[in-house]
């Protein structure tokens, strides 16, 4: 588990900016996160910090390409 920053939600993106100055771009967050907090359309999320837990998922259309997916968060 990580401590992340929330920056932004664009072209279906979920930016966060992790403490050690890391920028990661996730292209999915579970849809549990998703019903608990609203980062598509709530802009109260923005700037919060979070505890985050992710995994790297080997794209299905490009073998060496992974994609992030956000597994859970937790507000600080």
Known sequence: ???AVFKSYE???FTFWFDNGEELA???????VLKQY???NDDN???QE???VFVE??????E????????????L
Do not use: A, Q, W
């Open 1 to 3: 588990m990580r401590t």
């Open 38 to 40: 609203d980062l598509k």
């Open 11 to 13: 072209n279906g993106y």
């Open 50 to 52: 979070f505890k985050i």
């Open 64 to 75: 060496d390409l992974v994609i992030y997916r956000v597994e859970s968060l937790k507000p």
């Open 26 to 32: 996730f292209e999915e967050v579970h849809p549990r």
């Open 57 to 62: 998922v080997p794209d299905p259309t490009d």
């Open 45 to 47: 999320y923005i700037d």
